[in-house]
């Protein structure tokens, strides 16, 4: 894992512990006090939020069409946006970049970095490991699109968040099985905005977020363009085909979610037989 990543994970560990016990969707407004967040302003702004270094600690800045300052504590976090929770869990990742006397750390990433390392605490503030362990269940692994709407929906979380989670934590990937999300733009053109992916997919060129999906995708998931969760099969190698499945989000405008795994030929013929 890259350093400052590796950073912010730590912090993000430890701050879960801090407020342990947790469960989902995560109360963000526990960690933010914790961590010294103690207002949060709602207002009109270019971008998603913010964070200033204020007296007595932080102000999170938040992007709405209301202005409004309020003490984090009257902040009910389940009843944000999807968009606005992950918002918040951003910001908060933010404070793991100062000192206690609020000073930013030495060193300090570059903002680029910064910004990733920030998305990166966001995913693991909001699924935590031992709860995805939990929604999972035992002895089962993430293996499917409704598995992982399910854990976006407990979350409360986009279904792109859990996928780029769930990616990193190898002990629950479902063996030679790949779920990615993809969303329409405004012109038309379908970009890939998360993947998970293990086994047999690796083989294939790793599909580049915020980019058109791989064209081995298209191969294999030609549903993309009319998702309507009709089962897709296609050859792979002697007596393997990759069977895929591409679903439009119904709780997300223009997104859609396609799952591709690996199948014997004569296993699905003699199961079909009995
Ligand atoms: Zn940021």
Same mark, same amino acid.
Not at 27 to 56: H, Y
Not at 146 to 166: K, T, Y
């Given at each position: 894992?890259?350093?400052?990543?590796?950073?912010?994970? @730590?912090?993000? /560990? $430890? #701050? !879960?512990?801090?407020?342990?016990?947790?469960?989902?969707?995560? +109360?963000?407004?526990?960690? %933010?006090?914790?961590?010294?967040?103690?207002?949060?302003?709602?207002?009109?702004?270019?971008?998603?939020?913010?964070?200033?270094?204020?007296?007595?600690?932080?102000?999170?800045?938040?992007?709405?069409?209301?202005?409004?300052?309020?003490?984090?504590?009257?902040?009910?976090?389940?009843?944000?946006?999807?968009?606005?929770?992950?918002?918040?869990?951003?910001?908060?990742?933010?404070?793991?970049?100062?000192?206690?006397?609020?000073?930013?750390?030495?060193?300090?990433?570059?903002?680029?970095?910064?910004?990733?390392?920030?998305?990166?605490?966001?995913?693991?503030? @909001?699924?935590? /490991? $031992? #709860? !995805?362990?939990?929604?999972?269940?035992?002895?089962?692994?993430? +293996?499917?699109?409704?598995? %992982?709407?399910?854990?976006?929906?407990?979350?409360?979380?986009?279904?792109?968040?859990?996928?780029?989670?769930?990616?990193?934590?190898?002990?629950?990937?479902?063996?030679?099985?790949?779920?990615?999300?993809?969303?329409?733009?405004?012109?038309?053109?379908?970009?890939?905005?998360?993947?998970?992916?293990?086994?047999?997919?690796?083989?294939?060129?790793?599909?580049?977020?915020?980019?058109?999906?791989?064209?081995?995708?298209?191969?294999?998931?030609?549903?993309?363009?009319?998702?309507?969760?009709?089962?897709?099969?296609?050859?792979?190698?002697?007596?393997?085909? @990759?069977?895929?499945?591409?679903?439009?989000?119904?709780?997300?405008?223009?997104?859609?979610?396609?799952?591709?795994?690996?199948?014997?030929?004569?296993?699905?013929?003699?199961?079909?037989?009995?």
């Amino acid at each position: 894992m890259p350093f400052w990543q590796g950073r912010v994970s @730590l912090a993000a /560990e $430890h #701050l !879960l512990r801090q407020c342990a016990p947790l469960r989902l969707p995560i +109360d963000l407004t526990r960690l %933010a006090i914790k961590q010294g967040i103690a207002q949060i302003r709602f207002r009109p702004m270019p971008c998603d939020g913010a964070i200033e270094v204020v007296a007595d600690g932080f102000v999170v800045h938040m992007q709405s069409t209301k202005e409004q300052l309020v003490p984090t504590s009257a902040v009910d976090s389940s009843a944000l946006s999807v968009r606005q929770r992950f918002t918040f869990a951003h910001e908060i990742s933010h404070t793991f970049f100062y000192d206690a006397a609020r000073q930013p750390c030495k060193p300090h990433p570059t903002p680029r970095l910064l910004e990733g390392s920030c998305n990166h605490g966001a995913q693991r503030l @909001l699924l935590p /490991e $031992h #709860l !995805l362990a939990r929604e999972i269940g035992t002895g089962r692994r993430f +293996d499917s699109i409704e598995m %992982a709407l399910d854990i976006a929906s407990a979350a409360r979380v986009s279904a792109e968040v859990v996928l780029q989670r769930m990616d990193e934590l190898d002990q629950f990937k479902e063996t030679d099985y790949a779920i990615l999300t993809f969303r329409k733009q405004d012109d038309g053109g379908i970009v890939t905005t998360g993947v998970c992916i293990n086994g047999v997919f690796d083989e294939f060129p790793s599909p580049t977020l915020y980019a058109p999906p791989a064209k081995w995708v298209w191969r294999i998931a030609p549903g993309l363009s009319t998702p309507n969760g009709a089962v897709h099969r296609s050859a792979y190698r002697d007596g393997w085909e @990759l069977v895929s499945r591409c679903v439009a989000n119904e709780q997300s405008l223009g997104q859609v979610i396609a799952e591709g795994r690996l199948e014997m030929i004569a296993a699905r013929t003699i199961s079909t037989a009995v």
